[in-house]
Every structure is written in structure tokens, then in C-alpha cells.
């Protein structure tokens, strides 16, 4: 049996789509016959260390080790400057679980990371770690590139333009994997209750602090024959955005079936994707994450629970697995997005071999493999 320390600045529990991919590794790393000890800051006032309190709010029963460690530094503290402020505490945090909190404990097998602090302090002491990239910065740069050429150092990227804008070179595939993310078969909903023409969109109703669109769906259904035809469903928080949606929908006068829930706990899931025939990916091109990076959890619920997919037209979206299954149109743009609702239905369903390719237990194996090459 494999160990692995799995360190990252994340704050456990929250509702982010990042907090729920970072479980559900777990969870799978776990099945996979590997011990895993999950190394996170106290650094939200909600932040909890207690694995009982985490199973309840993820829905999930596996046991692994819980640390969470003090925070003392000024990010979730103070709210100028909150940049510079994340920079700085991320940098001391990962300086002294590596440095000097994980010395006084047994080494594992592999160090998995999200943090480019902990992936660069690790590299820098030659242990075997493997740092898993979702986003593209100036600071993440400086560090991979001061970090690939180390022996132990392995990267796993989300997508393949993520690889691409780090301009690598011609760099081993024993150093780097592309790796989408994928579906936790926990959430699999197998149901006859769906109903056609039913439209979910299913997380967060934000997008770092920004709208990711869904005004436009809502102006959608100021047209009468899909008023007439189609419903919507959105599921996803914060509630304040949730209830500005309603505003809008009465502000415009929109007569329609229309249902915004507002968040829901992980094990709820499941009933919307059931009951729903159409999931929508939006997002704002204005994010370079959300345009070029993402590749989005909700995507693989969506189509592993027999779900049509309506996505706006980036290079993220396009890059996903099985994406010619999508139906795409252009961002704020009415015409389009009409069509491409109207088009669904013509797409088969993905065959077992596809399903299982695309779930997050195979995704770990890959990792598994990945780290023994």
C-alpha cells in the first residue's frame, strides 16, 4: 500500500467545484489501495480539520487522516489588498508545513500538491511531488519553470491548452500528464423520472466574483415558443445571486418555468441531474481560466447522467473529452444559443467503454501510473 501526503491552501468544507475535485482524488486514491493524509489551512472561519464533519458536508464514508493546520497569517483576515495579502500567507504557510511541520512526521511515497509554494519547497528538498495545475499565472510560471527539471517533480495539467501556454518545450511524458477532470460515480443518478426539454444548470452562479452568463439563458425564455416548450432549473449558490436571478426574472417580466434553488449539499445532487434532459456549461470569456483552462466538473456529471450539453463556443469547452457530443454557441449571443437548445437530442448517449473512461477512478489510476513511470 502507497502513502500520500496531499498538501494544498484550499479551505475544507466549501461549496467550489476545487474543494469537491480535491475529495474526490481522495476518495479514489482510497479505493486504489493508497493511505492518504490531507494537509489543508484553518484559514475561513468555517474552515474544519474533523474528518466526520467533511463525510458529512461531501457525502462521502472513506477514512483518511485529516490535518488541518493553524493559520495565523492575515489572508481570510483582512479584506484590502487581498492579492498581495493571499500571496504572502500562501508562500509562509507552504514554507513551514514543508520545511519544518512535515520533517517531525514519516515520509511518504509521493507528495501530490495544488499550492506552487508547496511544489517548489518540496522540489527544492528533491521529494518525490507531483503538482496538479487548473490555472495559468505569472507566479505558477516562475515556479515550474525552476521546478521541471527536477528529478522527483512531475506535473499533471487539466487540460491541453494548459500545457501548451507554459511553453514547455519538448519535455518528457514521464514529466508531465494532461488530465481532465471527471465524474465520482457516487453522484450517478439512474432514473426514467426525466423529463424532455428540461434545462439544468448545475454550480457555482459565480465565477471569481464575476456573472458567468446565466442573464442570457433567462432572456432565452422572453421567447415564447421556448417559454412555451422548454423549462430551467438552476441549482447553485451564493444564495445573494440566487435571489438577484429572481429579481431579474421579475424586473423583465419573464413568464416562464423557471425554477432558481439556490445552493444544495452534494448528496442533492443527483435528483436534478435525474430529473433534467439538458445541462448548460456558461461562462464569461473575459476569465482566461473559464475560456482557455477549464474543464469543468458539472461537464462530466452532465453527460455521464445521459444529459444533452449546451455550451458556449471556447477553446475550453472544445477540448473536452467527447466534445463533439456538445452543442455549442457564441457567447451573448441570443440566435445561437436558441439553436443549439433546439438541436439537442440528436447526440447518442456515451457507450459503457466512454463512460467509464471518463470517471474519476479511472482519472486515478492514470495518476497512479503516472506516478510510477
Same mark, same amino acid.
Given at each position: ?7 494544498t491552501y ?5 461549496h ?7 475529495i ?17 489551512p ?7 480539520g ?10 462521502f ?5 485529516v490535518?488541518?493546520?493553524?493559520h495565523y497569517l ?8 487581498k492579492?498581495?495579502?493571499f ?6 504557510w ?8 512535515i520533517?517531525?512526521e ?13 511544489l ?18 505569472k ?17 499533471v495539467?487539466?487540460?491541453?491548452n494548459? =500545457?501548451n501556454? #507554459? &511553453?514547455?518545450?519538448? *519535455? +518528457?511524458?514521464?514529466k508531465? @500528464?494532461?488530465?481532465?477532470? %471527471?465524474?465520482?460515480?457516487d453522484?450517478y ?8 426539454k ?15 452568463g446565466?442573464?442570457?439563458? =433567462?432572456?432565452l #425564455? &422572453?421567447?415564447?415558443? *421556448? +417559454?412555451?416548450?422548454?423549462? @430551467?432549473?438552476?441549482?447553485? %449558490? ?13 424586473k423583465?417580466?419573464?413568464?416562464a418555468?423557471i425554477n432558481?434553488v439556490?445552493?444544495k449539499?452534494r ?5 436534478? =441531474? ?23 466538473l458539472?461537464?462530466?456529471e ?7 450539453v ?11 473529452p ?21 438541436s ?19 482519472r486515478?489510476?492514470?495518476?497512479i ?5
Amino acid at each position: 500500500m502507497k502513502s500520500i501526503y496531499y498538501i494544498t491552501y484550499q479551505s475544507f468544507p466549501a461549496h467550489t467545484a476545487n474543494s469537491i475535485q480535491t475529495i474526490s482524488n481522495i476518495k479514489y486514491f482510497i479505493r486504489n489501495n493508497h493511505d492518504v493524509t490531507l494537509y489543508f489551512p484553518l484559514r475561513q472561519k468555517n474552515s474544519n480539520g474533523e474528518l466526520e464533519k467533511l463525510k458529512e458536508f461531501y457525502s462521502f464514508s472513506d477514512n483518511f487522516v485529516v490535518k488541518g493546520v493553524r493559520h495565523y497569517l492575515p489572508f481570510g483576515r483582512i479584506d484590502f489588498f487581498k492579492k498581495l495579502i493571499f500571496h504572502f500567507s500562501h508562500f509562509v504557510w507552504s514554507l513551514w508545513v514543508c520545511l519544518f511541520l512535515i520533517n517531525k512526521e514519516s515520509e511518504p511515497d509521493y507528495f501530490f500538491t495544488r499550492s506552487d509554494w508547496v511544489l517548489f519547497f518540496l522540489s527544492l528538498k528533491n521529494k518525490k511531488v507531483i503538482f496538479e495545475c487548473h490555472q495559468y499565472s505569472k507566479v505558477r510560471k516562475f515556479v515550474i519553470n525552476k521546478v521541471i527539471k527536477k528529478n522527483k517533480t512531475k506535473i499533471v495539467f487539466l487540460n491541453e491548452n494548459l =500545457l501548451n501556454h #507554459f &511553453k514547455l518545450g519538448n *519535455i +518528457s511524458s514521464k514529466k508531465v @500528464l494532461v488530465a481532465h477532470n %471527471g465524474f465520482d460515480t457516487d453522484f450517478y443518478s439512474n432514473s426514467n423520472n426525466r423529463a424532455e426539454k428540461s434545462i439544468l444548470f448545475l454550480g457555482s452562479l459565480q465565477r471569481f466574483n464575476e456573472d458567468r452568463g446565466l442573464r442570457l439563458m =433567462l432572456d432565452l #425564455f &422572453k421567447d415564447k415558443e *421556448i +417559454s412555451k416548450n422548454y423549462t @430551467l432549473t438552476i441549482v447553485g %449558490g451564493p444564495e445573494h445571486e440566487a435571489l438577484n436571478l429572481n429579481k431579474y426574472i421579475i424586473k423583465n417580466k419573464i413568464k416562464a418555468s423557471i425554477n432558481i434553488v439556490g445552493p444544495k449539499n452534494r448528496n442533492e445532487i443527483p435528483k436534478y =441531474l435525474a430529473e433534467s434532459d439538458i445541462g448548460l456549461l456558461l461562462n464569461s470569456s473575459q476569465n482566461s481560466h473559464s475560456y482557455l483552462f477549464s474543464s469543468p466538473l458539472k461537464y462530466f456529471e452532465y453527460i455521464c447522467n445521459d444529459l444533452q450539453v449546451v455550451a458556449v463556443d471556447f477553446p475550453a469547452h472544445k477540448s473536452l473529452p467527447f466534445s463533439h457530443k456538445i452543442a455549442f454557441f457564441q457567447e451573448n449571443n441570443l440566435n445561437s444559443l436558441a439553436s443549439a437548445v433546439k438541436s439537442t437530442g440528436k447526440v447518442k448517449k456515451l457507450s459503457s467503454t466512454e463512460f467509464n473512461s471518463l470517471t474519476v477512478d479511472t482519472r486515478v489510476k492514470n495518476l497512479i501510473n503516472f506516478f510510477e513511470v
